[in-house]
């Protein structure tokens, strides 16, 4: 089915409903305003709703009519009180778009700013999930590659499996504990005809294509200048550290051909101790659950502000209820929007607080609780990523962040900067960059960078004014400012660019056979078999088929604390090995069919195809790709 009639029939009724949602704030909104932030409100609406009514009556096309007509009926309310008004709302709009850039109502910024995001955008999805020639599939970068094949069999699970919430397609018998909800509304977009690597494409391309207008209009309001808002938005999308300076290393290794196809990335690098990756691709395009949740969450402090500054309880409400629903979609936002906005009430008595708290806990501690793995894995990392002391953490962080700190710092010793009650509403910010310097929370390390994300897109507005105010002061500030500038955002624009790269991006990821196997799997066997294949990464049938396995990749299972993570992987390379332990393994973990292929015979897993013939019965096989059925027991 064509993406353009994928639009009208999902995306269109989600952009309806979450314009419509808009209404009910109590705060007067810009209509670009409520078209910017009702992509991804009408997507959370579609996709909770879709949640909830599968549970009834399974997932299917009647869920997904069913959860499109249920978030339009949530936002009839508010389109009965903005309809009068829509017609001034768009004409205004036209108005302001014809003013000069300077005029302070003047919507030019932020038309510049999508014209060069959205091409940007639009060309590193359309190279998300490539089709060769010769039929195989390549993932068109590394966030695709690393990440993207776990969505995808997220997503597969629920469209295969008809349930929500659905089983672990990782880790067959464990439940899927995950804020999926952004794979489930890729899932439901799967519905209507298209590949699971075009659903997840397209919907991440819905989304992402709205962050840049929402993160710059929330700018707008937290430091009323557009110019630091959209400085902020720049160093956060194109945010990196110091690895940039490697560059010049690469050009002197292979010469200036360097410049035209980039050999590596420079915001990423752990060899390197660069950790934090460039947020456009770590947080939106690698981690989905990040296109939902920033610009949710972004939005959710920003009415809250706009609450305290019109002493709104209505807008409480609504950010109340806003935050209570995000769990499901990014359990850390609504963890950390919730956290931002205790600590403003504790200094700030005169607002009815409840009114936010309330629908906060009923609505998400229920949810969040769920989402918990069976045991912490919190403990004490002082330093993070870190080596070598104080002197060595700094050095770090000077490296992963650039001047970004220093900035931040510069933002409240300079005075006039920002205004007074925006370093008051950023001061508790801090604690996202200072705590998980000192505890990891999830098992794997690196997830702490889910806490920065908030800390670097809130701060990015105050390091843009202070960007901005560097300018101002003749041609010595304007160099100060240019070089910050190439400091911030040189590594991620590089890694940007190399995204868009057709030559040096792509990374093979599976074989025309191996899509073939996992179309068969997903057509032919029982939605509830389960499988043993080779635990990786680049495992097609993990990621297409829609079935469960044994083990995914044990980084996925590790990073999610999946009990006997580590053991589950072992256990499923045994039963590809064959022999008497084989079945018993079989038998324990419920395998009903085994995929030996190029990955399993690697000298890795060592899976052995003459006994799994002799001892099996083989049900389909195309090319190097051969699908067993277990013998019975």
Known sequence: MPSVVVALLVFAPCLAAGIGVTYLSGICLGFEERVAVGVPLGALLVGLWGWGVSVAIGFGLESLALALFAAMACSLPGWARGATSLHDDVR??????????????????????????????????????VTTPEGDLEAGHLATWSDGAAHLAYAGITAVGATVPPGSPIAAGEPARYHLLTDVFGAQVSLLGLSLPSALTVTSGFLALAFPAIAYL?????????????????????????????????????????????????????????????????????????????????????????????????ALLAAGILVGLLPLANGFA????????????????????????????????????????????????????????????????????????????????????????LLWAFAPAWLLWMVPNLVAFHPWEWNNTKYFAFWQLLGAFLVGAVVLRLAKYGWVGRIAAGVAMM???????????????????????????????????????????????????????????????????????????????????????????????????????????????????????????????????????????????????
Not at 266 to 287: E, K
Not at 294 to 308: F, I, K, Y
Not at 567 to 575: K, L, P, S
Request: charged share 15%.
């Open 92 to 129: 205004d709009v036209a108005r302001r778009i014809r003013l000069p850039w300077r005029d302070s109502e003047s919507l030019r910024p932020l038309l510049g700013l999508l014209a060069v995001a959205w091409p940007l955008t639009v060309r590193i999805l359309s190279l998300a999930w």
């Open 218 to 314: 929330c700018g707008v309001r937290l430091t009323a200048s557009r110019g630091a808002a959209l400085l902020g938005v720049v160093i956060f999308g194109a945010g990196g550290g110091l690895g940039f300076l490697n560059l010049f290393g690469d050009v002197q290794a292979q010469g200036w051909s360097a410049l035209v196809h980039l050999p590596s990335t420079y915001a990423w690098d752990p060899d390197a101790g660069l950790w934090m990756d460039n947020p456009t691709l770590a947080y939106l395009y690698a981690q989905r659950n990040g296109l939902l949740g920033l610009p949710l969450g972004l939005g959710a402090l920003t009415l809250v502000t706009e609450a305290r500054r019109q002493r709104s309880a209505q």
């Open 334 to 421: 609504y963890l950390i929007v919730a956290g931002l906005v205790a600590c403003w009430a504790l200094f700030d008595r005169q607002l009815p607080w409840w009114r936010f708290f309330v629908p906060v806990v009923v609505l998400g501690a229920p949810v969040a609780i769920w989402l918990q793995p069976p045991e912490s894995s919190v403990r004490m990392l002082v330093g993070w990523m870190a080596d070598g002391g104080i002197g060595g953490w700094i050095w770090f962080w000077f490296r992963n962040a650039g001047p970004f700190i220093i900035l931040l710092v510069v933002a409240y010793a300079w005075k006039g900067t920002a205004k007074r009650d």
């Open 487 to 633: 400091s911030l955002c040189a590594s991620g624009a590089l890694d940007l660019y190399r995204a868009t790269d057709s030559v040096a991006s792509p990374i093979p990821w599976t074989t025309a056979d191996g899509l073939r196997v996992a179309t068969w799997v997903r057509d032919e066997l029982p939605h509830d078999a389960v499988l043993a294949v080779a635990p990786t990464n680049t495992q097609p049938v993990t990621s297409l088929s829609g079935h469960a396995v044994v083990s995914g990749y044990p980084g996925w299972t590790f990073d999610l604390a999946v009990p006997n993570w580590e053991g589950r992987a072992e256990d499923e390379v045994a039963i590809l090995r064959g022999g008497p332990d084989a079945l018993a393994l079989v038998r324990r973990y419920g395998v009903d069919n085994v995929v030996i292929g190029p990955i399993e015979r690697s000298p890795e897993f060592r899976a052995d195809d003459t006994w799994w013939a002799a001892n099996g019965e083989a049900v389909y096989s195309s090319g190097e790709w051969t699908v067993y059925a277990v013998p019975p027991a």
